[in-house]
Structures are given as structure tokens and as C-alpha cells.
């Protein structure tokens, strides 16, 4: 049962719907008094909806900014339905049909999400063609977790492998992700103390297409400022390797998913777009060529993980993609992505250039760095141009500058949030600029690929 009231939601009256499931599921919804006919419907919609939690804080901006040009709002919290996507798209019709009894079916329905909201978007454009209308997605990769995962698995098999830690990672099967992390950041912090280890650390952040730009904070470092590109690597490093993704996963596929028996890492440096910075620093470590040659001779001959075919089998269904989709698809996303690398974004492309639906979607690229790092005005005119394809038929003008002109040209609110402290010893995080970065980009091929087409073909 939801229930009803009339708050003030990031300084908008609104009529709002809320409603707790058993689970410990949250679902909300709210409208504004001037309502386009939109319904924005998001796997992390939930708590904007309940502005008076801290929590809400973070969202004020966004949440003001879908309310000011008059869309509906609402969705639900990501756990614990976790990485079951099917299921979390499930949830989102929860939402829709609790606002169409309340208040009328929506024009248009579009999914919404950034990181593991954005792999629920594209589901659920997929698994429901016939209610979703759009998507608008970020963060979150078009190649699907398994393809994902694949590559995590890489670049930490690689580094566990040429680096002696004595508390040696787990990698799969995992006993405890908190175990797991203290083992990588241990790893870590062995590779970043000696030279050479610092020319493995950067191998195998390469593996994983880590971007060269990867710190909210710090400026872009120059395209050959090899200590820079390090030193923010090393930063993200860990948190970069989503071991609780992992752990998760694992756990509901009932046993492992990731694999490298099959993987030519020299075939993957030739490939990752920043073999020049792995060159750079094993030449800085003194090692240079010989160093890096004798490191894949060692990984060529080391021992390497299988996955286990039945939990692959699950897992896939609801990790990765069809492209059966019949509405566009708006990806937002920036260069410099340490959790999600550029390179994933266009994965999708391909499942949906096999389906003949690559005109469905337009990814357009913003000059930002760290995960899930845009502004309002980026959001507000890739959902903008979304709107408009939905309507009309027609992409219309999606160069970075058309889209920087239309970003600048919305008007949009004002909004005081009041955040929490940073942690000790961490600095604040820097305001984001108001204006629109978007510029043309375009990024190396992705290293690893997954989607309905390989459904079933693995076999250990």
C-alpha cells in the first residue's frame, strides 16, 4: 500500500507515493503540480523521492532538475534486488502501475540510471519494449558484467600473478569481499613500493582500459605525463577492481563467472589503447622491452581460471544484453571512468548493430573525469534530445557543440544541498561546473564482449 501526501521535493510542490515492501525494498514516485506527461522511472529513484533523508542530498540537483521542466519521478532502491536486473525491472512496473492508478497513464515512460542503474535501463527497454519508451543511461557498461567482469579479472590476474604478494588474492570464489579487499590493497600497495612493481601495477590497468584521466579532483594530465596518469591510477586502483560486484554476483549465480583461460595478454596490450604508458614505465623501472617481455612470458605460462559453465549460464540472461529494442537510447558518459571504462560504452553498439537497431542509440561524451561525473546541464539536454527522438522520429543535430548550445540554453534551478563532511584525510569533493563539457570522442574497442549471441557457448 503507498501512501499519499503533498511534500516539498527540491524546493517543488509535488503529489508523492511512497510505499516500503517486505524485502526492505523502497518504491517512490513523485509529480509535479505542472506535469509534462512523463514518467522518469529509475533503479535508484527511490530516495530522491524522500527528500527529508540525508541521503537525498546528493540527488537535489538532478531530482530539481527533472521537476523544473515538469517530468514525474520516481523508481526504487537498488537493494536487494541487487544485480538481478530482470527482477529490478520488475520493481520499476511496481512504480508505473502504483502512479497510472493514482494519477493516469503516462504519455511516455522512460527508464533512467547511472552505473548499475544504467544496465537496468537498457534491460529494461529490452525485456519491456512495449512500456519503455526511451532510455537515458550512464556509467553503466553497454558490453553487460559478464564482459565486465572478464576484464576486472584480467588486469587483478595479472598483477597477482607478476607481483609475490604473501596473502595472495582470491580473485574468484570469493570467501569474504572484505577479505578480498584488504588482500588487493595490500597487493597494491607491494606493486606501488618498487619500480617494477610500478610498471605491473600500470599493466595491468592498461588490461582494464583504465582511462589516463581518472581524479574528480585533479586536472587531466598531459597526453605523455606518465608519473601523473600513475599517481591517479594508483588512486582508483582499488576502488576501480568493483569486488563487490563480484562477491555479489558469485553469490546468486552460485559459483564462478569470470575467466582468462583463453586470454593472450600480449594480444590485449597490443589492443587496451595505453600500451605507450606500460612501455613508459617498465623504460622508468629500468626493465624496458626485456622487462615487459620476460612479465608475458611468465603470464603466458602461469595457470589460469575456468568459470563455472552452469553459473555462467544463469548469471548471463540477467547481466547481459539482446538488443531487442524498439525506442532510442541516450548514453551520457565521459572519457574518464575508473570503474566503467570509455571503451565499454560503445560495446553496445555492437549487440545492436547484430539486431539492426544501431540507430537507436546515440552515445555523446562529456570532458570529465571519475564515475558518473556530470552536471545538470549534461543530463538535462541528453534527456532533452531523448524527448525529442521519442516524439519526432528524428536525432536531430548530437554534435558536442549543438549539444553544449542546447545544454546552456536550459534554464534550470537553483538548489542549496547541504552534503556531509568528506572523511578524514579525504579533501572536499570540487563543485561541478554548471556549463555543459560535451566534445567529440571516440574510444578504443573494448577488450571483452558478451551478449545474448554467446548465450550458452560457454563450456570451461
Given amino acids: 500500500m503507498y501512501a499519499y501526501d503533498t511534500p516539498t521535493v527540491a524546493g517543488f510542490p509535488v503529489e508523492r507515493l511512497l510505499a516500503t515492501a517486505e524485502d526492505g525494498t523502497s518504491y517512490g514516485v513523485i509529480k509535479p503540480q505542472t506535469w509534462n506527461g512523463i514518467l522518469l522511472l529509475d ?99 553497454g558490453g553487460g558484467e559478464i564482459a565486465g567482469l572478464n576484464s576486472k579479472l584480467d588486469g587483478k590476474w595479472l598483477l597477482n600473478t607478476l607481483v609475490q604478494s604473501p596473502d595472495p588474492l582470491r580473485l574468484v570464489g570469493l570467501d569474504s569481499r572484505e577479505a578480498e579487499e584488504e588482500r588487493l590493497l595490500k597487493l597494491v600497495e607491494l606493486a606501488d613500493s618498487t619500480p617494477l612493481g610500478r610498471a605491473r601495477l600500470a599493466f595491468s590497468a592498461a588490461v582494464e582500459q583504465m582511462p589516463a584521466w581518472c581524479s574528480r579532483v585533479d586536472p587531466e594530465p598531459a597526453m605523455e605525463d606518465w608519473e601523473a596518469q600513475y599517481a591517479q591510477m594508483r588512486e582508483a586502483y582499488v576502488h576501480a577492481q568493483f569486488t563487490l560486484g563480484t562477491a555479489a554476483i558469485e553469490a546468486i549465480a552460485g ?74 537510447v541516450v548514453n551520457v558518459d565521459n572519457m574518464g571512468d575508473e570503474i566503467d571504462p570509455a571503451a565499454c560504452k560503445y560495446a553496445y553498439y555492437d549487440t545492436l548493430r547484430r539486431t539492426g537497431k544501431e540507430d537507436l542509440l546515440r552515445v555523446v561524451w562529456v570532458h570529465s573525469a571519475g564515475h558518473g561525473n556530470f552536471n545538470e546541464a549534461e543530463y538535462a539536454a541528453a534527456l532533452s534530445v531523448l524527448v525529442r527522438r521519442i516524439e519526432t522520429g528524428l536525432w536531430g543535430d548530437t554534435s558536442a557543440a549543438a549539444m553544449n548550445a542546447l545544454g546552456a540554453s536550459i534554464d534550470l534551478p537553483e538548489v542549496e544541498v547541504q552534503l556531509p563532511p568528506p572523511p578524514p584525510g579525504m579533501p572536499p569533493m570540487p563543485p561541478r561546473p554548471k556549463q555543459p563539457r560535451f566534445f567529440e570522442y571516440t574510444p578504443v574497442p573494448a577488450l571483452h564482449f558478451w551478449d545474448s549471441a554467446n548465450w550458452d557457448t560457454y563450456k570451461g
Wanted: a negative charge; glycine letters at 12%; aromatic letters at 10%.
Fill in 43 to 141: 533503479l535508484d529513484g527511490a530516495g530522491p523521492c524522500r527528500c527529508e533523508e540525508q541521503m537525498a542530498q546528493f540527488s537535489l540537483p538532478r531530482t530539481a532538475m527533472y521537476l523544473s521542466q515538469g517530468y514525474a519521478y520516481g523508481g526504487t532502491t537498488r537493494e536487494p534486488v541487487g544485480y538481478r536486473f530482470p527482477e529490478a525491472v520488475g520493481n520499476l512496473l511496481k512504480v508505473r502501475e502504483a502512479f497510472s492508478e493514482r494519477f493516469g497513464t503516462p504519455k511516455y515512460t522512460i527508464a533512467v540510471g547511472s552505473s548499475r542503474g544504467a544496465f537496468v535501463g537498457r534491460i529494461a527497454m529490452e525485456q519491456c519494449p512495449d512500456i519503455f519508451d526511451g532510455a537515458l543511461v550512464s556509467a553503466g557498461g
Fill in 255 to 328: 559459483g564462478v563467472i569470470s575467466w582468462n583461460h583463453d586470454v593472450d595478454y600480449a594480444d590485449l596490450l597490443e589492443r587496451c589503447g595505453r600500451k605507450d604508458f606500460v612501455m613508459a614505465m617498465y623504460e622508468k623501472a629500468g626493465a624496458g622491452l626485456a622487462g615487459l617481455e620476460a612479465d608475458l612470458a611468465k603470464l603466458a605460462a602461469a595457470e589460469r581460471i575456468h568459470a563455472d559453465p552452469a553459473a555462467v549460464a544463469k548469471a548471463e540472461k540477467w547481466l547481459s544484453y539482446t538488443g531487442q529494442i524498439r525506442g532510442p
